[in-house]
């Protein structure tokens, strides 16, 4: 795990624990406004594959399709990359960027 400069190990450890949290909160807000939006791809249960975005630090808004059940626990597992991969700097830059959101307002 990467421990951020002038941090502790662990203030560092969780900071990128609530980064992480405030992520996935993110990509379930920004899911609801696009999921519907693509109709065009199925998964291997018959459905209407959804259009996801993934905000890992490996893949920071990239799209990608998926099976509509899997957070139910019963998805086919279906996964298919909508956009091409992005390069290093591009995701440094929306990785950093992303930092800025993700800690405004809040104390340093």
């Known amino acids: 795990m990467e421990q ?12 990128l624990t609530s980064t992480r949290r405030r992520r996935v909160t993110m990509a379930r807000r920004l899911d609801r406004d ?18 996801y975005t993934s905000w890992t630090e490996q893949n920071p808004g ?3 399709f998926g099976c509509r059940n899997y957070r139910h626990g019963r998805g086919c597992g279906f996964f298919k990359w909508h956009d091409n991969e992005m390069g290093e700097r591009a995701k440094d830059v929306i990785n950093e960027l992303l930092g800025h959101v993700e800690t405004c307002g809040e104390p340093e």
Request: positive net charge.
């Open 62 to 64: 990239r799209r990608f």
């Open 4 to 15: 951020r400069r002038g941090m502790p190990k662990s203030t560092a450890s969780t900071t």
């Open 34 to 51: 696009v999921g519907e939006r693509w109709p065009s791809t199925m998964c291997q249960c018959g459905l209407f594959a959804r259009l």
